[in-house]
C-alpha cells in the first residue's frame, strides 16, 4: 500500500468536506513548537474565510503561534448513530490578527472561549494543506487477542 493510500475501511475526505467538519465544531487542539519541544493547546475557534481563528491572551501559547513556524490544528468527531469517526487537521502557519478592519471583523465574529480569563488577541491559521479522514469505529471485542485475559502481574 503506498503512503498516500488510505488504510482499509479509513475514508480520505475532500477539502470542502473537510471545512464542513470543521465548521460543526468548536472545540480544536493547536500543535506548536515551544523551545524546541512540541505542545498542544485546547482552543475555541470559528472558520473564517477558509482559515481557523481563535482568541487567546499574551503568553506562551501566542508568542509560540505567531514565530512564523509551521502549526497544526486538529478536530475530530463521533457520530453516533452512524459508527462513525472523523478528524481534520490544518497545517500551515498562524498570524495576529492586528490591523484595523481585519481586527474589527474579527471581534465580531461568534468566537467564544469557555474559560473566563481575558483573551483580547486574535489568531489566525493560514492552511498551507487540509487533510481529513472518517472511519467506522470498531468494537472492543476487535482488539481482544489470546493475552487479553493473561494473568497479569498485581498493581501496587
Not at 13 to 40: F, K, M, T
Not at 84 to 89: C, L, N
Not at 93 to 98: N, T
Not at 106 to 128: E, M, N
Request: hydrophobic share 40%.
Amino acid at each position: 500500500m503506498a503512503a498516500d493510500e488510505p488504510a482499509p475501511g479509513v475514508a480520505h475526505l475532500e477539502a470542502n468536506d473537510c471545512w464542513a467538519l470543521l465548521r460543526s465544531r468548536e472545540v480544536g487542539r493547536l500543535a506548536l513548537c515551544i523551545a524546541g519541544r512540541p505542545d498542544i493547546f485546547p482552543i475555541n475557534y470559528v472558520v473564517d474565510h477558509g482559515t481557523v481563528v481563535f482568541r487567546t491572551a499574551e503568553g506562551t501559547k501566542l508568542a509560540a503561534a505567531v514565530t512564523g513556524e509551521a502549526v497544526a490544528f486538529e478536530t475530530d468527531g463521533y457520530e453516533p448513530d452512524s459508527g462513525e469517526a472523523w478528524s481534520v487537521v490544518v497545517k500551515g502557519h498562524a498570524e495576529e490578527i492586528s490591523r484595523g478592519y481585519d481586527l474589527l471583523d474579527t471581534a465580531g465574529l461568534p468566537l467564544f472561549p469557555w474559560h473566563a480569563s481575558p483573551k483580547q488577541r486574535f489568531v489566525r491559521i493560514v492552511p498551507d494543506e487540509i487533510s481529513g479522514r472518517r472511519f467506522h469505529v470498531v468494537g472492543p471485542e476487535a482488539w481482544t487477542t489470546p493475552l487479553s485475559d493473561a494473568p497479569r502481574t498485581p498493581s501496587e
